[in-house]
């Protein structure tokens, strides 16, 4: 990654963040972070985002906004080396999400399959709102203001960029050279690309209750590992077992390394025998239960213990959270002081139209 590239990623506060987020972003955020191989790194709380389909729940948002940020300073995001942010304090944002809205037609925000997918899962049919509608434009705004060159997504997030990238460059084509068009960064891990509900559905979801929290303690993450959905055709343990479509050894593909199963498991050396020795029957869904939930803990406590720390001082991760958005508004705002130039809508600035319309008057 070059030095001067500008990362750009952020989640929706409709909850606590789970081990889905974990796996999918913020393993990843964290890596990217400690190598230190950027210009600037913003992740933000999208809060203006997340109250398009909560509007008439803005509590939950509010609440939800320490939550997220706990988590975030948990997995080990540093604001002495990153930036981190609220959406809806930064007002520049919305200023160039409204100008962004004449770049683009109803349908083409229409034919957006991650949008359909949203509209889809959420019920909204004919009765969209139109903030939710128009969210890629919003993270157009989002991408643009802080000329992020790097966005690290999941593969569902695709058409978002793709449509930002369309938006970046119909404004250059109008206006100048102004606006950066950004790359998506995905996951390394393609099963981290979108890691399962402990049910076994497509999506780990807060709404379906399958999700494993980063904040949960050590007995829900073992009760929760124990009722996981795994091969429903494997009734005995002499029966030979699927790996496709089985929850454990999906979770096992993201989060076990070879130095699990010396610890753990010793006689395995590495998951392709577990798997070889489930698929042909003889070992039974407690026994790999038993170790995920192993790894899991090893994963989790560390994050658990800082999340009790940063949980002491909680005025002071307020404060943090004020000096990163006073930080990201001036870079904003900057952007933004170029949008305008660009737009010629920078009027009391542009000292030369202020002459020239004073000459031109003058001279009648």
């Known amino acids: 990654m070059a030095k001067d590239t500008v990362i750009l990623t952020g989640d929706r506060p409709t909850g606590r963040l789970h081990i889905g987020h974990y796996?999918?972003?913020?393993?990843?955020?964290?890596?990217?972070?400690?190598?230190g191989d950027f210009k600037k790194m913003f992740v933000f709380i999208a809060d203006a985002q997340a109250l398009t389909d909560n509007i008439d729940n803005p509590e939950k948002v509010r609440q939800n906004?320490?939550?997220?940020?706990?988590?975030?300073?948990?997995?080990?995001?540093?604001?002495?080396?990153?930036?981190?942010?609220i959406q809806s304090q930064i007002p520049e944002l919305c200023e160039l999400s409204f100008y962004f809205m004449d770049l683009v037609t109803v349908s083409r925000l229409q034919r957006n399959p991650t949008v359909k997918t949203e509209i889809g899962m959420r019920g909204f049919e004919s009765s969209i709102p139109v903030g939710f509608f128009t969210y890629p434009i919003s993270q157009a705004a989002d991408i643009t203001a802080f000329r992020a060159t790097t966005v690290p997504a999941g593969e569902d997030q695709k058409p978002m960029l793709e449509q930002a990238t369309e938006i970046v460059r119909r404004f250059n084509h109008i206006y100048g050279d102004t606006l950066v068009e950004p790359n998506i960064l995905l996951p390394q891990n393609a099963v981290c690309c979108?890691?399962?509900?402990?049910?076994?559905?497509?999506?780990?979801?807060?709404?379906?209750?399958?999700?494993?929290?980063?904040?949960?303690?050590?007995?829900?993450?073992?009760?929760?590992?124990?009722s996981m959905?795994?091969?429903?055709?494997?009734?005995?343990?002499?029966?030979?077992?699927?790996?496709?479509?089985?929850?454990?050894?999906?979770?096992l593909d993201a989060f076990s390394k070879p130095e699990h199963f010396a610890a753990y498991w010793p006689e395995y050396q590495n998951l392709d025998e577990v798997k070889a020795h489930y698929q042909r029957g003889g070992l039974g869904d407690m026994k790999v239960k038993k170790f995920l939930n192993k790894i899991l803990q090893e994963e989790l406590e560390p994050i658990r213990q800082r999340r009790a720390e940063f949980e002491k001082d909680i005025p002071a991760v307020y404060e943090m959270l004020k000096k990163g958005c006073e930080e990201a508004r001036a870079v904003a705002a900057e952007t933004l002081s170029d949008v305008r130039r660009a737009m010629k809508i920078n009027y009391f600035d542009d000292a030369e139209l202020i002459a020239e319309q004073a000459k031109k008057f003058a001279s009648k």
Do not use: W
Not at 72 to 77: I, K, R, T
Not at 241 to 250: D, L, Q, S, Y
């Open 65 to 85: 906004v320490i939550e997220v940020a706990l988590d975030y300073l948990a997995c080990g995001l540093d604001p002495e080396k990153i930036t981190i942010f």
């Open 23 to 35: 796996v999918g972003s913020l393993r990843r955020r964290v890596e990217l972070q400690n190598a």
């Open 229 to 251: 959905y795994t091969d429903p055709t494997h009734l005995r343990v002499e029966d030979p077992g699927h790996i496709e479509g089985n929850t454990v050894f999906t979770y």
């Open 194 to 226: 979108r890691l399962p509900g402990t049910d076994g559905k497509a999506k780990m979801s807060k709404s379906l209750g399958n999700c494993i929290y980063l904040s949960d303690t050590a007995k829900d993450v073992e009760k929760k590992v124990k």
